[in-house]
């Protein structure tokens, strides 16, 4: 076998080691029905029937989690944000 044959095989491989980890990582993780918020200005949620609506869904019941967006005007978003990490309230 040549250097770059050999060096293909190689990088395929653990390409596909990479992944098979990753996959079984994210599939351990259940948030347990939590509620994950997404803040931002002019940060609308996705619309029904879209592919970022569908994915969000997916997710949802993948992740065992409740995904929202909410609507923080900019120039107060920082404040917002810092003081519900601070306080350890993850919806704001």
Request: with cysteine; aromatic share 10%; hydrophobic share 50%.
């Amino acid at each position: 076998m040549s250097k770059k044959s050999l060096s293909i095989v190689s990088l395929l491989t653990c390409f596909v080691l990479l992944a098979g980890s990753c996959m079984a990582l994210a599939a351990e993780y259940d948030f347990g029905g939590r509620t994950v918020v997404f803040a931002g200005a002019n940060f609308d949620p996705p619309r029904e029937g879209s592919f970022v609506y569908d994915r969000k869904i997916a997710v949802e019941e993948e992740f065992n989690v409740k995904i929202e967006f909410r609507q923080v005007s900019g120039d107060v978003i920082a404040d917002v944000v810092m003081a519900a990490v601070l306080a350890g309230d993850p919806t704001l």
